[in-house]
Nanobody
Framework: HLAESGGGKAQPGGSLRLSCLANEYTLDYYSIGWFRQPPGKEREAVSCISSADGSTYYSESVKGRFTISRDTANKTVYLQMKNLKPEDTAIYYC??????????????????????WGEGTLVTVSS
Protein backbone atom coordinates (compact mmCIF):
# COMPACT_ATOMS: atom_id res chain seq x y z
CA HIS A 1 0.00 0.00 0.00
CA LEU A 2 2.87 2.40 0.76
CA ALA A 3 6.34 2.80 -0.72
CA GLU A 4 8.93 5.30 0.45
CA SER A 5 11.75 6.75 -1.62
CA GLY A 6 14.18 9.64 -1.55
CA GLY A 7 16.44 8.66 1.31
CA GLY A 8 20.20 8.92 1.11
CA LYS A 9 23.13 10.75 2.57
CA ALA A 10 23.21 14.47 3.23
CA GLN A 11 25.58 16.82 4.96
CA PRO A 12 24.52 18.79 8.01
CA GLY A 13 22.55 21.78 6.82
CA GLY A 14 21.55 19.97 3.65
CA SER A 15 18.17 18.95 2.30
CA LEU A 16 16.37 15.83 1.17
CA ARG A 17 12.82 15.17 0.03
CA LEU A 18 11.15 11.90 0.88
CA SER A 19 8.20 10.53 -1.06
CA CYS A 20 5.50 8.12 0.07
CA LEU A 21 3.58 6.60 -2.84
CA ALA A 22 0.18 5.26 -1.88
CA ASN A 23 -2.33 3.18 -3.76
CA GLU A 24 -5.36 4.65 -5.47
CA TYR A 25 -7.69 5.18 -2.49
CA THR A 26 -5.34 5.51 0.44
CA LEU A 27 -5.06 9.30 0.56
CA ASP A 28 -8.84 9.71 0.39
CA TYR A 29 -9.49 7.70 3.51
CA TYR A 30 -6.27 7.52 5.47
CA SER A 31 -4.20 10.10 7.21
CA ILE A 32 -0.51 9.70 6.49
CA GLY A 33 2.34 10.10 8.89
CA TRP A 34 6.08 10.13 8.58
CA PHE A 35 7.86 8.28 11.35
CA ARG A 36 11.51 7.59 11.97
CA GLN A 37 13.58 5.12 13.90
CA PRO A 38 17.12 6.23 14.76
CA PRO A 39 19.75 3.54 15.32
CA GLY A 40 19.15 1.79 18.62
CA LYS A 41 16.08 3.86 19.43
CA GLU A 42 12.32 3.50 19.26
CA ARG A 43 10.21 4.63 16.34
CA GLU A 44 8.83 8.13 16.70
CA ALA A 45 6.34 10.27 14.84
CA VAL A 46 7.81 13.15 12.85
CA SER A 47 4.92 14.70 10.92
CA CYS A 48 1.39 13.82 9.89
CA ILE A 49 -1.21 15.08 7.45
CA SER A 50 -4.95 14.54 7.80
CA SER A 51 -7.10 12.86 5.17
CA ALA A 52 -10.09 14.91 6.32
CA ASP A 53 -8.86 18.48 5.92
CA GLY A 54 -5.15 18.42 5.11
CA SER A 55 -4.19 19.76 8.51
CA THR A 56 -0.66 18.98 9.60
CA TYR A 57 1.30 18.21 12.72
CA TYR A 58 5.04 18.39 13.37
CA SER A 59 7.09 17.13 16.25
CA GLU A 60 9.05 19.79 18.08
CA SER A 61 12.34 18.37 16.87
CA VAL A 62 11.53 19.06 13.21
CA LYS A 63 9.17 22.02 13.38
CA GLY A 64 10.39 24.81 11.12
CA ARG A 65 12.73 22.49 9.21
CA PHE A 66 10.47 19.80 7.74
CA THR A 67 7.35 20.27 5.62
CA ILE A 68 4.77 17.61 4.87
CA SER A 69 2.53 17.88 1.83
CA ARG A 70 0.39 15.68 -0.34
CA ASP A 71 -0.31 15.43 -4.04
CA THR A 72 -3.54 13.51 -4.37
CA ALA A 73 -3.36 13.38 -8.16
CA ASN A 74 -0.04 11.55 -7.92
CA LYS A 75 -1.06 9.61 -4.78
CA THR A 76 2.06 10.84 -3.00
CA VAL A 77 2.86 12.41 0.35
CA TYR A 78 6.15 14.27 0.60
CA LEU A 79 8.41 15.18 3.47
CA GLN A 80 10.69 18.06 2.57
CA MET A 81 13.59 18.13 5.02
CA LYS A 82 15.84 21.17 5.30
CA ASN A 83 18.67 22.17 7.62
CA LEU A 84 19.31 18.53 8.36
CA LYS A 85 21.14 17.60 11.53
CA PRO A 86 23.09 14.45 12.42
CA GLU A 87 20.33 13.54 14.87
CA ASP A 88 17.92 13.28 11.93
CA THR A 89 19.75 10.12 10.90
CA ALA A 90 17.19 7.31 10.92
CA ILE A 91 15.10 4.96 8.85
CA TYR A 92 12.06 6.94 7.79
CA TYR A 93 8.73 5.19 7.39
CA CYS A 94 5.39 6.38 6.18
CA UNK A 95 2.32 4.99 7.83
CA UNK A 96 -1.39 5.20 7.07
CA UNK A 97 -4.27 5.10 9.51
CA UNK A 98 -8.00 5.65 9.17
CA UNK A 99 -7.91 8.59 11.56
CA UNK A 100 -9.24 11.97 10.56
CA UNK A 101 -7.61 13.93 13.36
CA UNK A 102 -3.95 14.39 12.60
CA UNK A 103 -2.89 14.55 16.24
CA UNK A 104 -4.46 11.14 16.80
CA UNK A 105 -2.03 9.66 14.30
CA UNK A 106 1.10 11.52 15.33
CA UNK A 107 0.54 11.51 19.10
CA UNK A 108 -1.51 8.37 19.75
CA UNK A 109 -0.38 6.02 16.98
CA UNK A 110 0.74 3.36 19.41
CA UNK A 111 -2.71 3.28 21.01
CA UNK A 112 -4.82 3.54 17.87
CA UNK A 113 -2.59 1.50 15.60
CA UNK A 114 -1.29 2.13 12.11
CA UNK A 115 -3.05 0.21 9.36
CA UNK A 116 -0.25 0.17 6.80
CA TRP A 117 3.49 0.73 6.89
CA GLY A 118 5.99 1.19 4.14
CA GLU A 119 9.33 -0.60 4.07
CA GLY A 120 11.30 2.48 5.09
CA THR A 121 14.06 4.56 3.56
CA LEU A 122 17.39 5.36 5.23
CA VAL A 123 18.47 8.94 5.80
CA THR A 124 22.03 9.54 6.93
CA VAL A 125 23.20 13.01 7.91
CA SER A 126 26.95 13.18 8.23
CA SER A 127 29.89 15.27 7.16
Amino acid sequence: HLAESGGGKAQPGGSLRLSCLANEYTLDYYSIGWFRQPPGKEREAVSCISSADGSTYYSESVKGRFTISRDTANKTVYLQMKNLKPEDTAIYYCGAAALGVVEALCLRWRAYGVDYWGEGTLVTVSS
